[in-house]
Structure formats: C-alpha cells, structure tokens
C-alpha cells in the first residue's frame, strides 16, 4: 500500500505536461510529411531519408539525456527543472521547423534537418524527463496508472485542440496551401505549448528521491539485461509505427482519395469532411479509450489489456479497406476511426505505467534507480515508430507512383496504396505486437512482490 498521497491538483498537472508535447508530436506525425512534400518542396525520398537520419541521433540523444537528469540534483528535483527551463526553446524549434525560407533547393534541405534535429533535441530535453517523472511521484504500480491515464486523457485533448483547429488556422493565418498559413499556425500553437509546460512545472512535485549510486555503465549493463524492458520496447515500437503510419496517410488519403469539397449531411446539417475533422475524431476516442484504460487493467490485468487492444486493431483496420468511398461509406469510416482510435487510447496508458513497473523492477534487482535512462526508452521508441513510421510510408507512396505535383491526378495504384496504408500495413503492425507482448513477465502478482520489497528498502511501511 502506497504511503504516498497524490492530490488531483498533481494529476491535472501532470496531465498538462503532455497536452503539451502531443499537441506538437501529432501535427508532426500527421502533418509535418505533408508539409514537407507538398509545401516546402521536398522530394518523397529527401522526406523519407530526413525522417530515419534525424532519429539516429535520437537513438543518441534520448538515453543521454535519461542519464544526465537522473544524475541531476536542484531543489525543484532531478526532471521538473527542465520542464521550466526547455519550455521556451521547445516553442521557438517548433515555429523554425515549420518555416520555409526563400532559398534554393539545396539551402532549404539543410535547413530542413538542422530544424529538425534541433527540435527533436529540444523534444527529448524536456519530454524524457517529463516522462521520468511518473516514476518519481508515487510509489503504488495502480496509482501510477491513474497518473499514466490523466497525462494520456489531457495529450487527447491537445491533440484534438491541435489537429482540428490545424487547417482552419492555416486558411485563417495565410492559407492552407502556403508556407505562411503553416508557419503562423505553428505560432499560435507553440505559444500554448509553452504555457502548458509553465503550468506543469508549477503543479506537480516529486515525492520519491531515488538515487543513481550506479556509474553510467553499470546502468547501462543493467538495462540491457533487462528482459522485460527490451519486450516493452518492442511492444512501443509498435504502438507509435501503427499510429503514425495510419496518420501520416491521412492527409495523403483526404487530398486525394476523399478529396477536398466533400460534405457530410446529418439532417439539416451539412459539414466538411477533412482530415482535422477525422484525425480530431479520433482524438476525442483516444480519451475514451483512456478513461476504459483504468478499469480495464484493474480487471484483466495490463499485459491482457494491451493484447486484446492490439488483436482488435487487426480487425478493424482491415475492415476500413473494404469500406466504399461514398456517402455512406464516409460515416462508416467515421465509425472505425472512432473504434480504433478507442483501442489505442487504451495501449498508451498502459505502456508508460508498464515502463514505471519496468523501472521499479529494475531498482529491486540491481539496487539503483535508473528511471530517467530506462523512461528515456520509451521516447527512444516512441521517435523511432514515427520515424520508420513516417519514412515507410514516403517509401511507399513513391513505389505506388503517387505523384506530388501540384493538382495532380493519382493513379489507381497510388489510390489503392492509400488504402492500404490506412487498413492491412497498419494491421500487420498490430499483428507483430500481439507476439511481441505475449512475452512481457511482469504480471500483476510479481510487480505487488516487487513493490513489497521495495517499500522495505526505501524505508516505506
């Protein structure tokens, strides 16, 4: 029994933290593609080649930066310092990455990459300790859960806030279809990024004062010898290429699949079809899906619940490619939008909880806390999905043919790999997850032992 009391005050904190950075990561993973081949003037491969190049030094950056913070020593703590002090960096990269300069071809791909690994540098500098910090704020697996379900229920609602209000404001700032409505958008964005973070920084508290006594390389050893880390890494590798492959297709599929005047009438109602109303969509399920994420680990126990999330993520997404492209056929992708979107509200709370059990399993073997560098992971894979994820799917629409010139007309090829890309590519992803968490061993009766001992060691009754 956790002696550890947590007020809603920190919950809702917490929560803000990842409004925050969602509100950044899924305009990156949906948009950003997008933008980049069809705004700022990237070829499908310079795009794809971006995506995978800037996420080796991610591989580099996230674990370096889960060592420094958990060796970091402030009165604020080991990681909410760097949610006060990265926060107005964290705003400024995202306006940069999002602005085209008026130069040549071969000065606009360098300013590509040094904006964009500049701002995932800055991503990782404040996101791997702000995910650290779940370990750092209780000591009970459950409430960890709660706290994990309150950050991915306030992340939902900034992507929502994000994606549906993305386009509007691109027309309303400059256009939808020119560099200046993007980076004017991303303004306005940013800026409420970096209060978020302000207010995260402000209400939340770290409650255990775990130490690192270990040198970097026996953390090092310890988490490579970690078995259910590596399968947890796995399992969130999965997660984020299932949902950025599916993601960053959608505003290929809408601009020519769905196309751009497309209306959907509900009585005397009648409402555009785009791709911020349905990615939107899908954020509010994701929130539904994050409060059942609770109650049903409570009940089936996390490892159940992330297997049975991701067996029906097989069935629906091969369901949607068999869904007609027509009146109807618009709210039936409505429907599954919504279904799956559900499910993976559920995987996301129960993965950054399941990296708390990993930690706390970890200092019970070895002795010494390595939150920061094993929650570094989690980014580390979470960057990776998206960007395979991401460059996958520019590799595969230039196999498909799909054309990027403006006004052009896809083949039947190219169409067809859309909706490929929306329903069995995605579902395939799902499938491998499946196997994958089928072998993760901490269940709920070994992580109440775990826990048993620690609270001894840190001298909790």
Known sequence: MSTIRTSFKEKVGYGFGDMSSSMFWKIFSYYLPFFYSNIFGLRLDQVALLLVITRIWDAVSDPMMGILADRTRTRWGKYRPYLLFMALPFALCGVLLFTTPDAGPTFKLVWAYVTYILMMTVYTGINVPYGAMLGVMTDDSDTKTVFSSFRMFFAYAGS????????????????YDTSA????????????????????????????????????GSDLKSLIRNAPWWILIGAALCSNLFCTVRGSTVAYFFSDVIGSDVHLNLGSWSFLFYAGLFLSIGEVCNMIGVALAVPLAASLGKKTTYMLSFASLIVLSIVFFYIPVSGSGYWWMLVLQGLISICTGVLFPMVWSMYADVSDYAENRDGSASTGLIFSSS??????????????????????????????????????????????????????AVVVVSFYPLTRSRMEAIQKELAGKRGLS
């Open 181 to 216: 409505g993007w980076q004017h958008a991303m303004f306005v964005i940013a800026t409420a990024c970096f209060v978020l973070f302000l207010l995260c920084f402000g209400m939340t508290r770290e409650k255990l004062h775990t130490v690192s006594t270990a040198s970097v």
């Open 379 to 432: 980014s580390m894979a979470q960057k990776f999905g998206g960007a395979f994820g991401g460059a996958a799917v520019m590799w595969l629409l230039a196999a498909f043919g799909y054309d990027t010139t403006a006004g052009a007309v896809q083949t039947p090829e190219a169409l067809n790999g859309l909706k490929l890309l929306m329903s069995w590519i995605p579902a395939a992803v799902a499938a491998l």
């Open 160 to 175: 929502f806030i994000a994606l549906f209000c993305w386009e509007p404001l691109c027309n309303a700032l400059g256009g």
